[in-house]
């Protein structure tokens, strides 16, 4: 299996604040990665896909880097409905696998 | 509008049965994966396995082969997560995603959930 490993697993920032999430898989994953956002009580919410494309209908300021094993979601400027869990996923070979997760909270 | 809605939240006892539902409407349901996730409480997410409707050939996560069984009945857009003998450990939200069939592809959109509460 691919292990994803993401980070940090929480990370408090302010309004206005530029934020990146790591991710890093164990073996190569040819830019197969999504980034999902969670809000309690509510569905993962698809942000990217193939590392760098944007899902339609997402802000701008969500943009995403990377390739092989090494990517990162970056939050140009945060926004009070941004905080939230961010995840990534590899959809390069089954099992699918997720990072754990990182909480951003306010500070 | 693409959409897969889930069944409602269930409340079982150890060694019952059950089976959810995720059903897709506004595409073309045989031209994509349906995927199953779960989610612990407070945890994080897991892939389950997935079935392509057109021919019901299945994938499974090692971790969840043997505990639960994937189906889909392509004629009602329908897919389903089944288990023959709940255990509290399977308490947990699941949620059904789509992806499309051939190559690679990513989970868009997502169901809304259903809570699978097991307790004695």
């Known amino acids: 299996d691919i292990q994803m490993t993401q980070s940090p697993s929480s990370l408090s920032a302010s309004v206005g604040d530029r934020v990146t999430i790591t991710c890093r898989a164990s073996?190569?994953?040819?830019?197969?990665l999504a980034w999902f956002q969670q809000k309690p009580g509510k569905a993962p919410k698809l942000l990217l896909y193939?590392?760098?494309r944007l899902e339609s209908g997402v802000p701008s300021r969500f943009s995403g880097s990377g390739s092989g094993t090494d990517y990162t979601l970056t939050i140009s400027s945060l926004q009070p409905e941004d905080f939230a869990t961010y995840y990534c996923?590899?959809?390069?070979?089954?099992?699918?696998?997720f990072g754990q997760g990182t909480k951003l909270e306010i500070k | 509008e693409v959409q897969l809605v889930q069944s409602g939240a269930e409340v079982k006892k150890p060694g019952e049965s059950l089976r959810i539902s995720c059903k897709g409407s506004?595409?073309?349901?045989?031209?994509?994966?349906i995927n199953w996730v779960r989610q612990m409480p407070g945890k994080g997410l897991e892939w389950m396995g997935r079935?392509?409707?057109?021919?019901?050939?299945?994938n499974y996560s090692p971790s969840f082969q043997g505990h639960v069984t994937i189906s889909a009945d392509k004629s009602i857009s329908t897919a389903y997560l089944q288990w023959s003998s709940l255990r509290a450990s399977d308490t947990a939200i699941y949620y059904c995603?789509?992806?499309?069939?051939?190559?690679?592809?990513?989970?868009?959109?997502w169901g809304q959930g259903t809570l699978v509460t097991v307790s004695s």
């Open positions: 073996q190569g994953i040819t830019k197969s």
């Open positions: 079935i392509n409707p057109s021919d019901s050939y299945i």
């Open positions: 193939a590392a760098s």
């Open positions: 996923q590899q959809y390069y070979t089954t099992p699918y696998t």
């Open positions: 995603a789509r992806s499309l069939v051939g190559g690679t592809s990513w989970f868009d959109p």
């Open positions: 506004g595409y073309s349901f045989t031209t994509y994966w």
